[in-house]
């Protein structure tokens, strides 16, 4: 079977408009005001700043920290995001169409209402990041650390998951059927009325999956050792 991956690290062509500065709201309308064309930020400060419904489509983020900060309804589709910090952020209402994260840190970030479309995260870490009521269409997570995310109601139907890590997120309500999973990890998640039909998890970890949830793979792939080690989390011996 062919693994079918997205593009990687789009190639670093632009030189920076603006270095190594620490950046207010002030200073940030200041920019984008007086830019006339989309800018490039690297190794910039953006630490618990006020991001709030500014237009910074087009723009590119290189190795910067938004720790913090706060992005709700900002207009950014079509930026990029590359090994920037971003922990406890908050991308509420966000539209975001055709951006790309790369090497980013995003853990317990805040997704609530971000028009995500189109959007790659690829070899990110999202651990406890909170996602509800996303624009998802085409939406792809790869490489990704997903543990203890809130995913709840996301489709990720059909789609080939690259060494996705969902341990103990919440995945409630998604859809993953006909998806084929490349590795990543299954383990403990929490996935009430989520659908795997004619998924493939043969290369996932399912361990720790309850009694209840197992029922949930029915018409889903998985191999023999999965299922043995299945029967044993359910107290079951197989002789």
């Known amino acids: 079977m062919t693994h079918m991956k997205h593009n990687a690290i789009p190639a670093v062509a632009k030189l920076a ?11 940030m309308q200041a920019y984008i005001a007086n830019a006339g064309k989309p800018l490039v930020f690297e190794h910039c400060d953006f ?23 706060s992005l709700y309804a900002a207009t950014a589709p ?5 090994k920037c910090r971003g922990r406890q952020a908050g991308f509420e209402s966000v539209d975001l169409v055709d951006a790309q994260f790369h090497g980013c840190d995003l853990n317990n ?17 999202l651990t406890g990041a909170y996602f509800d009521e996303v624009a998802s269409l085409g939406l792809v997570f790869e490489e990704t650390l997903l543990v203890g ?12 998951l690259h060494q996705l890590d969902f341990s103990d997120a919440d ?3 998604c859809d993953f059927r006909d ?23 043969r290369e996932a970890d399912i361990g720790g999956v309850a009694l209840l949830d ?12 999965q299922a043995s080690e299945l029967l044993a989390e359910l107290g079951l011996v197989v002789a």
């Open 149 to 160: 995310a809130d995913l709840r109601k996301m489709s990720f139907r059909k789609q080939q």
């Open 47 to 69: 630490e618990a700043a006020d991001l709030s419904r500014l237009d910074m489509s087009d723009f590119e983020f290189r190795s910067c920290s938004f720790i913090a900060a």
């Open 109 to 125: 970030t805040k997704w609530r209402r971000a028009k995500l479309s189109s959007v790659l995260f690829k070899s990110c870490k």
């Open 17 to 27: 408009d603006i270095v190594g500065e620490t950046i207010s709201r002030t200073q």
């Open 171 to 173: 995945i409630s309500a």
């Open 78 to 82: 079509r930026t990029n995001w590359i």
């Open 179 to 201: 998806t084929v999973f490349f590795g990543g990890s299954l383990r403990n998640a929490h996935m009430k009325l989520a659908r795997f039909e004619g998924a493939d998890l």
């Open 214 to 225: 197992a029922r949930l793979f029915q018409g889903a792939m998985i191999s023999h050792q």
